[in-house]
């Protein structure tokens, strides 16, 4: 089957495959560790919280070109909720001495030098942290629901408006993600695809780099790359 022939966003996941087993490592060990440590699970959020903000505002700065296509789903925006979820664990006055940590600062400039440069690259990381994201938030979700039922903690619910979605379904707006980027890629060029392919590459890269900032991540990290290694 000609490549043609094969959704873009599958052509993504593909591209990836290699480097996404890495970072799956890396989430899952965060997300296990997350299920009983709140400060795990806060230094997750701090992490991506500046990395989601700037597609966020990127997409609104970019609304007049296919990046704003985005704009168009409703709930997907998720700045007030890490936000939310920041101050629930955090305190009230977290801004007032938060830094962003290296890795974190070296992730925005890539990014900001992306819309800079080729703006349409920046595809790749809304495709790829939005879908995994909202996947994470079913896997979540399910696990938190199994906490709350064995226990008598009625604010289980508080410090995860990241991962919850009222208005909608999560299937319905991984749909809208997919079809939009599908869209676009309709009307890009052979040279620009390959582009966003490798892209995609370094979005796992990145997101492995401030991953394994957070408490216990290097491990896992080390393992897995020790066992692809072998």
Do not use: C
């Amino acid at each position: 089957m000609a490549s043609n022939d094969i959704p873009f966003t599958k052509q993504m996941r593909k591209a990836t495959q290699e480097i996404h087993s890495i970072s799956d490592a890396l989430v899952n060990a965060k997300l296990a560790f997350a299920l009983s440590d709140n400060t795990v699970w806060a230094e997750g959020l701090i992490v991506f919280y500046e990395i989601f903000r700037f597609l966020e505002e990127a997409m609104v700065r970019l609304k007049d070109t296919s990046i704003g296509d985005y704009n168009r789903i409703d709930g997907l925006k998720r700045t007030e909720s890490f936000q939310q979820d920041l101050e629930f664990f955090l305190g009230p006055k977290w801004t007032d001495s938060y830094i962003p940590r290296e890795s974190v600062t070296k992730y925005l400039l890539h990014l900001i030098n992306l819309e800079k440069e080729n703006p349409i690259l920046l595809i790749a990381y809304i495709y790829h942290l939005y879908m995994g994201l909202l996947s994470g938030g079913q896997i979540l979700s399910k696990k938190r629901a199994l906490i709350k039922k064995m226990s008598l903690n009625s604010s289980i619910k508080e410090g995860e408006a990241v991962t919850t979605f009222n208005d909608r379904s999560i299937a319905s707006i991984k749909k809208d993600i997919v079809n939009i980027t599908n869209k676009i890629a309709e009307s890009l060029d052979n040279n620009t695809k390959q582009l966003i392919l490798k892209e995609s590459k370094m979005v796992f890269i990145l997101n492995n780099t401030i991953i394994s900032t957070v408490e216990g991540a290097s491990k896992v990290l080390a393992k897995k790359v020790f066992v692809l290694i072998v």
